[in-house]
């Protein structure tokens, strides 16, 4: 038995999220820009979205810019303010073809008008789509997102729409960005870097973590089902005991 087919006997989890982290490393290795770097791992995006939506995963969650990115040299940002346009122009075609719905969460207050008209128009045209999730996390951070969710909540304690006793686990997560997503079942983190920064904290509460060594840009399709068969190998027992231990 191969192992695609292997994989697809066992539990597919229901949203995995990715760190696409190595870019531009993987770039510099062969002597060339990091813009070059994004350019291939924004391809990579779409043969990664494609796979997942083939294998029936529902949501896919993945950290294209974070909150901090925007200390990086104003070439690259440049560069990067550039990607969803080019990453909507260029899959489109294959995204309706699969009937993938794409999302943006994070800030789209810092972004110039021309990437958030984009954001806005790629959300409207594929809300009713019944595929994989595509969540873009896009000048995401989870501390703003937690901070924006407490803000949300205060507001509603303050105006007395609900109580302090009202606050809970299900309320905090659907003030969230990902409220309408499945629970996170796997982080995967490219690029051999074990950290997880400041990526879906509150979300990771209880996810299996996996960390691969290649660079984004050459994470293929092989790869994401080494990742996903050995999540399926885990023993996940949500802070309890297996029967009989």
């Known amino acids: 038995m191969g192992l695609k087919e292997r994989v697809l006997t066992r539990y597919i989890p229901q949203h995995i999220a990715i760190i696409m982290d190595g870019n531009g490393r993987w770039a510099k290795k062969r002597n060339m820009p990091r813009t070059y770097g994004h350019k291939k791992g924004s391809e990579n995006l779409k043969n990664i979205a494609l796979a997942c939506n083939d294998l029936g995963i529902k949501a896919l969650s993945v950290y294209a810019f974070s909150t901090e990115n925007w200390k990086r040299p104003k070439a690259e940002i440049d560069y990067l303010m550039g990607l969803p346009k080019e990453f909507e122009e260029t899959f489109k075609g294959q995204f309706e073809e699969h009937d993938i719905k794409v999302m ?56 007395g729409d609900i109580t302090l006793d009202d606050i809970d686990v299900d309320l905090v997560t659907n003030h969230l960005y990902t409220k309408d997503l499945p629970p996170l079942d796997l982080l995967i983190r490219t690029s051999g870097e074990m950290r997880i920064s400041n990526y879906l904290l509150w979300q990771l509460a209880y996810s299996e973590l996996y960390f691969a060594k290649v660079h984004w840009p050459a994470f293929n399709q092989k790869q994401l089902l080494k990742a996903i068969d050995d999540f399926q190998s885990r023993n996940r027992r949500f802070g309890g005991l297996k029967e009989g231990k």
């Open 104 to 159: 943006f969460s994070g800030r789209r207050d810092r972004f110039p008008k021309d990437v958030i008209e984009l954001m806005n128009r790629v959300e409207d045209k594929t809300k009713d789509r019944q595929g994989l999730v595509l969540n873009i996390c896009f000048d995401y951070g989870s501390h703003t997102e937690m901070i924006h969710a407490i803000r949300d909540i205060s507001r509603q304690v303050k105006d």
